[in-house]
């Protein structure tokens, strides 16, 4: 049976750097409130947050998100409080998200949807990024669809 979490904290922290499409990012907001998780949107952004294709997106659910915005990635790296419990997701790496052992609290990170994370991350935190498999002939998942694989991967882990 499933269970809701505390609302006294989130599942987990979802870090988008950089997103470009309104439409994924009021989608994955929708995904935040459902999974009670937060948003952490790093700029520059490929729209206004005032966009109306952000909010129609995601729906009225946008009140109950849980977000921040940071104006770069060195300004997100100073706040995170456990780098043991960071995840970069990206078609290049070759260790497997199902190899992650996910815990509440835990940051999923992805990159734009056009160039996915910028090189300087995967130089810096090798270690730290996973793959999400793909079988088929595509080069990479939808962000979106990305994200929410990986939030209910890590709910199914932790039971909630």
């Known amino acids: 049976m499933l ?3 505390a609302t006294s904290h989130s599942s987990f922290k979802v870090v988008l750097v950089e997103p470009e499409i309104p439409q994924n990012t009021g989608n994955i907001g929708r995904t935040c409130v459902g999974t009670q998780s937060e948003l952490h949107l ?10 109306k294709n952000l909010k129609r997106a995601g729906l009225d659910y946008w009140q109950h998100l849980k977000w921040s915005t940071y104006p770069n990635i060195t300004s997100w790296e100073t706040q995170v409080e456990n780098w043991d419990r960071v995840f970069f997701f990206s078609t290049k790496a070759t260790k497997s998200y199902f190899e992650v052992d996910y815990k509440l609290g835990d940051s999923l990170v992805f990159g ?3 160039k996915g994370l910028p090189l300087e991350l995967h130089e810096k935190y090798p270690e730290k990024f996973v793959q999400i498999p793909q079988y088929g002939p595509i080069r990479s998942l939808n962000v979106a669809t990305a994200v929410a694989i990986a939030l209910y991967e890590g709910l199914r882990q932790i039971k909630q």
């Open 112 to 114: 734009r949807e056009t």
């Open 3 to 5: 269970k809701n979490i």
């Open 42 to 51: 790093i700029e520059p952004f490929g729209f206004e947050l005032s966009d």
